[in-house]
Every structure is written in structure tokens, then in C-alpha cells.
């Protein structure tokens, strides 16, 4: 890389960031150029919509009976309404408009600060000679049903791995089965099920220093989505047998208990807790979440992140390394998992202004976003509810959650899906020093007394 290449970028980015400036003020010259003093009407009944529209969605989710119902009314409505005013005042085009602008500016800006593929993409090593003792635990009911739809039993077989199927009516210790085939000379361990069973046999597999095989047979597999694998068709994992390449990723710890996605803590770990939460999802949840969102119910929690304090977060989400940009819910993906360092996320809205408050982003009193180490969860409670990469335990308070960087070795597919460029966050500073960049003077050169006379 040239000098300055990093600072100034490439030609292509800096006029993408320059179009982005074009397109975010003809966003913001439109409203006064076309509707002229209503525009600054427009902009407080458009914002206005959106604050309604948030605070009703909070009193939907903190309150049951009839101002659920009416608060949900007004969720919907709110924008109807909004839309209606435009167009009585013929000004909807131009809302239209401004909008397609902020879009067109969003998306150029986002391709101008994207990143090359080196700083986004996990490291990866072929692999020489595939594993001799392969040993793979299946769970037929994960999925509903994908080991069998599928055929992974008899594949795996035929690609020379010793498969144990999960029977129905058996309780199985998936940690103790793992462990078993390790002492009889298994040197590759892998499961086709969902990620709390991944994340159990992935840690015997970190603490023995064998590879780790994933078979996206689970119900959502986050884990082997962020790691690039199929989930249309799990038989495609099976690849890694033969034909693979080796990635280093970071495990994460909570309470002594290895996850591969997340811990989550406060009000989605108590809802998952819930024996109605496993037969009616919704259900549980709608109502749960009043008595947690007033502090009714759930414990009170204080989290330390390497020295940050998290105050009564009524949600808190310790992931392995940090989802996408602007995901607080552990929904995103993550494009690497081996940054060495966990996700934290905590969120603390106590009424319908603080909702409101959270429009202005990360900077809000109500939201934490950063990265750490180490995260220690304490609470009043002798116990906390943990949900592990779905899982609903209870810890024996203080819960320390750690990241252990490079702990596990994954063999995945050569040939695989992949995971998509990351959207980066927008910095309109950084887009700035994209769109007019400062070139350094060129260096004096100093001439040696008597050089170039005759």
C-alpha cells in the first residue's frame, strides 16, 4: 500500500463519499426549496410520528389489558396519520423524495467507508490431511427433523466419520459422549444440532486441541451462519471431511460454561426461563415483559465491563466478538469471530421518554455499546437467569463472562456460501476526510553544496 492510501482511499471511494455529500443535501435543500416554511412543519410532524410511534411500542410491551391495545392503535396509526397530513398539504412527493436522497446517501456513503476484504474476512489455513477418527453427534428432532431430511447420518458415514444419533426417549450427555470418543482417539469432534449443543462440544474440543466440525442442523444456527456455512442444505457442511480449511475463532465463557454466540441477561434471559416460553413464545413473552420493563420482576443487575459500569440494564447482551453495526438484539451477523475481545450491549429504558430518547442513537443514556474482556454480572439475587446461545441456566451471582481468543479450531468447507461484506458504521467525518482529502506536502529536498554545477 502507497503511502496515504489508507488516509486518502481510493479514487472510486472518495468520489462515492462525495456523492453521498450531493445526495444528503439535496435531501436536506428539497424541503425548504419545495414546501418553503412548511418544511420546518413537515420535519416536527414527521419526527413527532416517530416519537409516538416508539413510546407506544414501549407502552405496548410494559403494560396488558386495555392500554396495550390502545397503545398498539396508535403504533399503527401513528405513521398512517403522517402520511395523511403530507398529502392533504400536497407535500407528499416531497417527503418521497427526501427520503429516496437519505437513502441514496446512506448507501453511497456505506460503499465509500467498506473496508477491504483483509480487514473483514477471517484468516484461513488449508487443511493437509483430513481427519483419520472423525466423530460427529447428531440430534435427529433439532431442525425439526434435518438429520433425517437430509440424510446426514448415511453421508457421514460414507465419508468415513463415526456417527452417534441422539435416540428420542435418550437423555444424552453430549458432553460426556464427546469425551468418550476423545479417549478412544476421535481427533475431530462435531455436531449437527442447535448451538447450545454446538457450544457444549466446541469447548471439550477447545480443551482437547482437536478441530471442531459444525453441521447447520439447528433451527436458526447463528454460529454456522457467521461462520459461512449452508443452512439451506446441512449436507453441504459435510465437506469439511474431505475438503476443507481451517479457521482460529474466539469462544466465549460465561460462568464457567462455554457459548458460541451469546449470554444474555435481564429480560430475555427471565423470559426464557418461563416453562410457558418453550410451547408459546409470543405469548410468554408479551407477558412477561411489563412486570420486567417496570422492575416488578427479575433481578436487579450491575455489570463491570473491564471497568465500565452498567447500571439496572433491563436487558444486557454479552456476545462473542460484536454484531453488525447498529444491532443491539444479537439479530445481526458477525463477519469475525476472532477479534478477541466480546460484544456488550446493555439497554436501559424505564419509561416511554426514555424510549423516545433512543432515537438519538448511541449516544443515549438509556443504551451501552462497547467491547471488553471481561464483563462481571453481580445482582441482589443469590441467582441469575442466563440465557446461554439460547439456553436457560441459572448462575450463582457474580456471573464473569471472558473471552478466550483463538480457543477453537473450526474446519469448515472449502467451498462454502461465505459470509457477505460487512455495512460499515457511517462516519460523516471520516466520509469528510474521504470527500476532500488533505495531501501532505511534498518533502523539501535538500541539495548538497556545489551539486549540479558544471
Sequence with gaps: MAPGAQTLGSAAQRWLARLSFVFAGLAVAILPAAAGLKSIAMLAVGLGGAAVSLAAAFVVLSNRGLRRWLSLAAFVLAPIAVIGVYAFASLLWVAVVAAAAWLFAGLTARAALTRGVRDWRMPETPVVRPAAHPFLIMNPKSGGGKVARFDLQRKAEALGAEVHLIGESEHADVAALAEQAVARGADLLGVAGGDGTQAIVAGIAARHSIPFMVIAAGTRNHFALDLGLDRDDPSNCLAALTDAVELRVDLGEVGGRTFVNNASFGAYAEVVES??????????????????????????????????????????????????????????????LDRGVLGVVGVMVGSARQAVGLLRGRSTA???????????????????????????VLMSAPVTCRIRPGALRVRVPRDRPGVPRPKPQISWARLMQLAAPRRRAPRAVRVAPGAGSG
Excluded at 289 to 305: K, M, N, S, V, Y
Excluded at 366 to 392: F, H, K, N, S, W
Design 366 to 392: 438509556g443504551l451501552t455499546v462497547i467491547t471488553a474482556r471481561q464483563v462481571v454480572i453481580t445482582a441482589a439475587a443469590a441467582e441469575i437467569p442466563v440465557g446461554a446461545d439460547g439456553e436457560a
Design 275 to 336: 416453562p410457558a416460553y418453550r410451547g408459546d413464545k409470543l405469548g410468554a413473552t408479551l407477558d412477561s415483559l411489563p412486570d420486567l420493563l417496570t422492575g416488578r420482576r427479575g433481578a436487579q443487575l450491575l455489570a463491570d465491563a473491564d471497568g465500565v459500569e452498567i447500571s439496572k440494564p433491563q436487558a444486557l447482551l454479552v456476545a462473542n466478538n460484536p454484531y453488525g453495526t447498529g444491532d443491539v438484539a444479537g439479530l445481526s451477523r458477525r463477519a469475525r
